[in-house]
């Protein structure tokens, strides 16, 4: 018998009671091998070599020692494009989740029954939601200009993207019993929709919107190295210049802002669920 029926070939054994039956094999050892394969073959392709990292890994840390002692004379110059941060967050966040209701419900198999109305939205959704956030702000950029409009428009497009997919598979989770039974007592689809489903899914959409918000003010962050406004902007110019204690003090503040709202977030979500 060969080393591959060994591993991977079904085999019959005989039970006490003189039944035979046959064994399926686990296959995880092909699995493992099939991941090695892969990793061995991205390694080869992307030429990733412990050597640099090696020998130049410690530059990394010559350059945290420049942030320190961080330069708290900067300070006062970080608040405006800190609260254009967080106000692209909020807005875009806002908007987003808003509009990401409607398409969700269409996307929803349980709500819709039409297969051409089902897979035209949520390929729509999925190509939205494969442009890259930065590549939208640059878009925003040449369209709106620079500022905060373009970084608030390119978060609303994420969001709408992430929250229009996660809502619609938490619609299609929820128990259709009370839907069905208010539209055998006449009630409209939108009635039915708004008394028996958005209560099931309320709870799932406000803590997913929650979590979006989270990642939007560390994204509205990068967003200014496209001219998308925030702290992204002045963060690109220091590090330009090489002004590394102002970017140590830039990097503090917005470390304690996404603590303090990751906290508010998480205790929001604990009291949702």
């Known amino acids: 018998m060969s080393a591959y029926d060994k591993v991977f070939k079904p085999r019959r054994i005989t039970l006490p009671s003189g039944k035979s039956i046959l064994e399926k094999r686990s296959r995880m050892p092909l699995i493992l091998l099939g991941v090695l394969a892969l990793t061995a073959l991205s390694v080869r392709i992307t030429g990733f070599s412990f050597g640099p990292l090696l020998s130049r890994g ?21 608040w405006v494009p800190l609260f254009d941060t967080i106000k692209m967050s909020l807005l875009g966040s806002a908007v987003g989740s808003l509009l990401a209701v409607p398409f969700a419900v269409i996307a929803a198999s349980n709500m819709i029954k039409s297969r051409l109305v089902l897979t035209l939205t949520r390929l729509f959704l999925s190509v939205v939601r494969t442009l890259p956030t930065l590549v939208t702000a640059l878009i925003a950029t040449y369209i709106f200009g620079l500022g905060t409009l373009a970084g608030t428009l390119s978060i609303a497009i994420f969001t709408f993207a992430y ?10 989770t929820v128990d259709m019993g009370a839907f069905e039974a208010m539209e055998a007592m006449g009630g409209t689809r939108f009635s039915s929709f708004w008394v028996a489903v958005a209560p099931q899914v309320l709870p799932a959409y406000l803590s997913t919107c929650l979590f979006c918000l989270e990642g939007n003010v560390r994204y509205a962050a990068i967003l200014g190295y496209v001219g998308a ?7 690109n110019e220091k590090i330009g210049w090489r002004d590394y204690p102002s970017v140590g003090m830039i990097l503090i503040v917005l470390f304690a802002t ?15 669920t």
């Not at 010559?62 to 900067?74: A, E, F, G, S």
């Not at 406004?229 to 963060?235: A, E, W």
């Open 229 to 235: 406004g925030g702290l992204g902007m002045i963060l």
């Open 258 to 272: 996404v603590v303090v709202i990751e906290a508010l977030s998480h205790y929001i979500r604990s009291k949702l």
């Open 163 to 172: 929250i229009g997919k996660q809502l619609y598979e938490q619609i299609e």
């Open 58 to 78: 410690n530059q990394f840390f010559v350059i945290l020692r420049q942030m320190y002692p961080p330069n708290m004379k900067y300070l006062s110059s970080i």
